[in-house]
């Protein structure tokens, strides 16, 4: 097994504590709207707003808008090193055990 | 009760796994992933057929002449095994047991979708005849209705599956079937395995056991009519899956013992899918035995799903559930060293989520009143406190069985490897196998609709560099959290699920916030294959402890009128103990660690609804 090294210890790093993006709503819905366009999902079949509906088209846009102000700039903010963290889709998966079956 | 000396015993399989050249064996495995070569999707029936992993079982069931329960349907599988195998009990018998229980309560517990009673019926007319073959030999289970079961309809609580019925069993199932089980029924789950058990539109299906009247207290998901079937008496063990604490969440709300297996170590196969990186099936059962038979049935190798293969041998479970006695005293099987993370035994601050909660912002539900929240606020205090006192008292056992208990560090980055954004990165996964249902029709979602979008916004780049994330935490774990120990607690299931790690929910303890009884739960993970090692643990808690013993006190709950008679005082063992683990939580995702409900307590037909907030807010 080769030697880590130093920078090994920490690969990633936290570029910032709480992502934002400066993206209106009106921006968010119009790239939404398109990527699902684009995909051939259609929301138009959900009503606009219906509180007693089991989703509406309001609360899954709020919903898809949160995700994308959150989720994508938190990931792009942390900064493995790409040589020593490969992406691991089974990280629990394989195993080099002693004993071997299958 | 083994009585063998501490090293004359096999070790544990953790002791055989190298966690640096596990490792060095992933990255190895992540550029056939992602080149396309190793991980093709199954496309046939399994080949596989099990012969209880080797394992007969007759040596380490319990000696029938001490099983003093006089209803059948109150027997752990060990048990009633244990009656089987002697005669003194026929598998009609326990059969007709589960059946008149499901005929009296499930119309109140609704943890079933389907009864499949004939088929059981005939089953277990003929292995009453036949030579006995095994610890399931005959017995009941309720299987989750997104396991493929061959002729009978497997719906996963949607519309999309409404009906489906397979051609073949799912391989976790057909193992069980082969080791002699009897199909008793599918139970209900959230749709798809998100959330606790609701239809499509988000109405609360099945309830808790320990709340039968009170649908705000959630049963646990999205594993829920599992739990609550095994919890009630209606079957002697279950099957769920795990994405994100559907397992251990559900036992851990009703009391149960429940084992999420490490990713592989059961095969998928025939398993419809939610994040196909994360789905673990496994067992919910009562006791760590049973679980250790359940696993033992299921678990090896399938042609059929890749991941299963070129693991660590299955090791005998059975003998890992056996504590041994020194010098009188129940002890640990292996030496062991339980990890505690900083703050584990102190109360847990209040948060408030869900619909009226400080993040709500709209949806079906309707706003909450500062009454209502304060009370909600006041039971999660209480409980809260019940779950640090339980703790400790749970970490005193295990140093009295032998244990060493040390505070660990986590590792660096902890908090934002295993947070909400970084959970989102499965989402793409749980779009990407229904892609063409969503371009059919998203009504087909119900209420579950919102992850399955927003897994369609994530992109690719930030996708794999999630994936990279996953790695790093496993390193991590591996380097950092297993340097100092063996088993470590954990407060949520997520950081686990997301590394694909195995975890065990085990019962600790009651407290009565609400006014009536119900369960705390303690939760381990283990290193990768340490199945074994957390089923010993847990075994010898429970070898010195009682709380799994105990059942919800639903003697009043059918009859007509009764929904004032489950309260407290009326279980057994109420407010003693030890505590903690996950709140009655919600499903995958949603709830771990979260009060659910609250609100006026509402009657048994009024089961109140699953707004499409927890979804956005938990379920993602």
């Not at chain 2, 083994?2 to 090293?7: F, H, Q």
């Not at chain 2, 048990?79 to 326990?94: F, N, W």
């Not at chain 2, 499949?116 to 299987?143: C, F, V, Y």
């Not at chain 2, 391989?171 to 609701?198: C, H, I, Y």
Request: glycine fraction near 10%.
């Amino acid at each position: 097994m080769p030697e880590r090294r130093t920078r090994d210890r920490n690969p990633g790093q936290v570029t910032q504590e709480r992502p934002t993006t400066d993206l209106s709503d009106e921006e968010l819905n119009a790239y939404i709207l398109t990527r699902l366009r684009a995909a051939g999902v259609d929301l138009g079949v959900l009503p606009e707003d219906d509180p007693d509906a089991p989703a509406d088209r309001r609360r899954i846009l709020a919903s898809a808008r949160r995700f994308l102000r959150a989720t994508p700039p938190a990931i792009r903010g942390f900064a493995p090193d790409v040589q020593e963290v490969p992406p691991a889709m089974y990280p629990a998966a394989w195993s080099p055990a002693l004993g071997r079956e299958g | 009760m083994s009585r063998s000396a501490p090293e004359r015993v096999a070790p544990p399989t953790d002791r055989l796994v190298d966690r640096r050249l596990f490792l060095e064996r992933m990255a190895a495995l992540t550029a056939a992933v992602t080149t396309g070569g190793a991980l093709a999707p199954p496309t046939a029936e399994a080949a596989v057929r099990t012969t209880f992993g080797g394992v007969r079982g007759r040596a380490l069931l319990p000696d029938s002449r001490g099983v003093q329960e006089s209803e059948p349907w109150r027997l752990t599988v060990a048990e009633a095994a244990a009656l089987i195998r002697d005669g003194k009990l026929s598998p009609v018998e326990l059969l007709d047991a589960h059946l008149a229980r499901i005929a009296r309560l499930d119309g109140l517990l609704m943890a079933f979708n389907t009864v499949t009673e004939e088929l059981a019926r005939d089953a277990a007319r003929r292995l009453a005849d036949a030579e006995w073959s095994g610890p399931l030999h005959g017995i009941p289970l309720a299987i989750k209705d997104n396991y493929y079961t061959a002729g009978v309809r497997t719906t996963a609580n949607s519309h999309i599956y409404a009906d489906f019925v397979p051609d073949f069993d799912a391989t976790a199932w057909a193992r069980l079937r082969d080791a002699v089980a009897v199909l008793l029924g599918k139970t209900q789950m959230g749709p798809l395995a998100t959330s606790r058990a609701t239809t499509h539109d988000g109405e609360n299906t099945t309830v808790n056991a320990w709340a039968p009247h009170d649908p705000s207290v959630s049963p646990g998901g999205s594993s829920s009519g599992s739990a609550t079937s095994v919890a009630a008496g209606l079957a002697c063990s279950s099957t769920g899956t795990q994405t994100g604490g559907s397992i251990t969440n559900p036992s851990s709300a009703q009391g149960l013992t429940g084992l999420k297996p490490t990713m592989g170590r059961v095969a998928l196969h025939g398993i419809i899918p939610l994040t196909y990186t994360r789905d673990h099936p496994g067992p919910l059962a009562r006791d760590a035995r049973d679980a250790a038979i359940m696993l033992q049935a299921m678990a090896g190798p399938d042609p059929a799903d890749p991941r299963t293969l070129g693991l660590p041998p299955v090791p005998d479970y059975l003998r890992a559930a056996e504590p041994v006695e020194r010098s009188g005293r129940i002890q640990l099987r292996w030496p062991t060293t339980i990890g505690v993370p900083p703050g584990y035994t102190e109360v847990a601050e209040t948060r408030e989520r869900g619909p009226g909660g400080a993040g709500a912002r709209g949806g079906r539900g309707a706003a909450m009143s500062e009454e209502e929240r304060e009370k909600r606020r006041r039971i999660f205090q209480e409980r809260a406190r019940a779950e640090a006192e339980a703790r400790k008292k749970m970490l005193s056992t295990f140093q009295d069985l032998g244990a060493r208990v040390v505070e660990i560090e986590l590792p660096e980055e902890w908090e934002v490897l295993t947070s909400w954004n970084f959970n989102n990165v499965r989402l793409p996964e749980r779009s990407e196998p229904f892609l063409d249902v969503l371009r059919r029709d998203v009504r087909l979602f119900g209420v579950s609709l919102s992850p399955w979008i927003n897994g369609l916004l994530l992109p690719g780049a930030e996708y794999l560099r999630g994936q990279r994330a996953k790695l790093l935490l496993l390193r991590r774990v591996l380097e950092g959290v297993f340097s100092q120990c063996d088993v470590v607690a954990q407060t949520s299931p997520i950081p686990f699920d997301m590394i694909g790690l195995p975890l065990m929910a085990f019962p600790i303890g009651f407290e009565s916030s609400r006014g009536f009884v119900l369960p705390m739960a303690g939760l381990f993970g283990g290193m990768p294959y340490a199945e074994d090692r957390l089923i010993s643990v847990v075994a010898a808690f429970q070898a010195a402890t009682d709380f799994h013993r105990r059942r919800p006190p639903l003697s009043e709950a059918a009859e007509p009128g009764g929904s004032e008679g489950v309260g407290a005082g009326e279980a057994p063992g109420g407010g003693e103990g030890v505590g903690r683990g996950e709140a009655a939580g919600g499903g995958e995702a949603p709830g771990a660690g979260e009060i659910p409900g609250g609100g006026e307590i509402p009657g048994a037909r009024d089961r109140g609804r699953m707004d499409v907030w927890d979804i956005m807010l938990e379920g993602q």
